[in-house]
């Protein structure tokens, strides 16, 4: 056998088309010689290379990643695989929040599945009847505009108590704003990008319990492992539309795959 192989005979020896030999020169991932002809020539060594990009691509892997793989020291790829890992077992949790989702539909057309984009919160608490945080809201908003700071969205967040309810509320607000000059604030938090499953509430507000026990009904029957805890969340000039939001996966940001 010569010391290279032509593209056909390469092609036959590892299983992968010429078409995509082609390709994977094409992005710099796989570099045969030119014969005097001008025809590609393959060496021995390029067999377990070519292999190697082939399970990558079919792994899903980023062909821009694959070009690093390929330069890197062992540590290096070995942190590379880790960080592939975990971002596939999250596409596949994603993926599988998506299913159950579809398959629940078809019983159930009131919950609707919603991305959250990460968000920046001011909370604050207050303790009041259910129901009865509407002054409480008012009185925070009014205090963000008269700073000038622009509200997008409000929640309410549970703490403790059935009679008398402990909660944090809060206001999504840009991240490049400054806060000074507010009291009381409870904290500030970047609320993570998530997957949420949502209810939609226009029930009386004194009877926001029930959107509570009908969300983690829904939740439970099918098979939904919450993320984090049940949030209100609230829009519009008056936050007069309500949804009830139960993060069920959390999304980290993952760059755009070729």
């Known amino acids: 056998m010569s010391e290279f192989m032509t593209i056909q005979t390469f092609s036959k020896r590892t299983g992968i088309s010429k078409s995509a030999l082609r390709y994977y020169e094409s992005e710099n991932l796989l570099h045969p010689i030119r014969s005097k002809n001008g025809y590609r ?5 390029q067999i377990a290379t070519v292999k190697l990009i082939s399970s990558l691509r079919l792994a899903d892997v980023p062909i821009k990643d694959i070009q690093m793989y390929l330069k890197e020291n062992e540590t290096v790829r070995q942190q590379m695989i880790s960080n592939w890992i975990k971002t596939l077992k999250e596409k596949h949790h994603l993926l599988s929040v998506s299913l159950r989702f579809l398959e629940s539909y078809q019983k159930s057309d009131q919950v609707y599945l919603l991305e959250r984009n990460a968000e920046k919160i001011v909370w604050f608490v207050a303790e009041s009847n259910p129901g009865k945080f509407g002054d409480h809201f008012r009185k925070r908003k009014r205090e963000l505009e008269r700073l000038n700071i622009p509200v997008n969205n409000g929640y309410l967040r549970y703490l403790s108590g059935r009679e008398s309810i402990k909660a944090r509320i809060g206001f999504g607000v840009s991240d490049d704003v400054e806060i000074a000059g507010l009291s009381e604030i409870d904290c500030i938090e970047i609320m993570p990008a998530c997957l949420c499953i949502a209810l939609p509430y226009t029930s009386p507000i004194t009877e926001i319990h029930t959107g509570y026990e009908q969300l983690m009904n829904y939740a439970m029957e099918h098979k ?12 519009g000039d008056h936050f007069e ?18």
């Open 41 to 45: 020539l393959y060496s021995e060594e």
């Open 224 to 235: 939904f492992i919450p993320a984090g805890p049940i949030i209100e969340w609230y829009r």
């Open 241 to 258: 539309d309500l949804d009830l939001l139960m993060p069920v996966a959390y999304i980290s940001k993952m760059e755009g795959r070729s």
